[in-house]
T-cell receptor, first 115, second 115 residues
Framework: KQEVTQIPAALSVPEGENLVLNCSFT??????LQWFRQDPGKGLTSLLL?????REQTSGRLNASLDKSSGRSTLYIAASQPGDSATYLC??????????????FGRGTQLTVWP | EPEVTQTPSHQVTQMGQEVILRCVPI?????FYWYRQILGQKVEFLVS????????KSEIFDDQFSVERPDGSNFTLKIRSTKLEDSAMYFC?????????????FGSGTRLTVV
């Protein structure tokens, strides 16, 4: 069974810092990996989707990398802002077994950026 | 940008009552999902639905749960006899195609509180 782990569980930084959030998964047989943002009590907003054949994806100040063979992904946030404060979730979509189309989530990293 | 819409945003119900959670997926999407997140825990898969039938369900999705797409636009999750442990945030999600280039779009969730 796929297990997804995210570290750190929480991060508190001053505005302007560059950040790295980590995600690891136990089974490298994945189609893709998706990073989401979750604001308190709210839904999941998709940030980036990386295919298993890709090494990285970028959107604005966000850059996500994927090393499928080692079961790792990182989300890099450049020049953090207070508006980036949220929980960041990593989810993988397996490519084998009876779980096609099903996502496995990590617990998330709760980020606080203070002015 | 197209959205997945969920109603109600918050529902309080008494233990043993039936509840129906409603979702309107993105109109040209073909695959539909329910996930839930108990407070402080991971987002976990409940069920996937395609071509008017369940594709896959998790061990959580027992006989108390059912899903339906009654009219080609709404997608509902019914819990027949709610328990205290059903209290959670329930997310609906949809995806355009099985193609791995397409990620998930999640709704903003329904917070279910069973008292």
């Amino acid at each position: 069974k796929q297990e997804v782990t995210q570290i750190p569980a929480a991060l508190s930084v001053p505005e302007g810092e560059n950040l790295v959030l980590n995600c690891s998964f136990t089974d490298s047989a994945i189609y893709n990996l998706q990073w989401f943002r979750q604001d308190p009590g709210k839904g999941l907003t998709s940030l980036l989707l990386i295919q298993s054949s890709q090494r990285e994806q970028t959107s604005g100040r966000l850059n996500a990398s994927l090393d499928k063979s080692s079961g790792r992904s990182t989300l890099y946030i450049a020049a953090s802002q207070p508006g980036d404060s949220a929980t960041y979730l990593c989810a993988v979509r397996p490519s084998r077994g009876s779980t096609l189309g099903r996502l496995y989530f990590g617990r998330g990293t709760q980020l606080t950026v203070w002015p | 940008e197209p959205e997945v819409t969920q109603t109600p945003s918050h529902q309080v119900t008494q233990m043993g009552q039936e509840v129906i959670l409603r979702c309107v997926p993105i109109s040209n999407h073909l695959y539909f999902y329910w996930y839930r997140q108990i407070l402080g825990q991971k987002v976990e898969f409940l069920v996937s639905f395609y071509n008017n039938e369940i594709s896959e369900k998790s061990e959580i999705f027992d006989d108390q749960f059912s899903v339906e797409r009654p009219d080609g636009s709404n997608f509902t999750l019914k819990i027949r006899s709610t328990k205290l442990e059903d209290s959670a945030m329930y997310f609906c999600a949809s995806r355009k195609r099985q193609d791995t280039n397409y990620g998930y779009t999640f709704g903003s969730g329904t917070r279910l509180t069973v008292v």
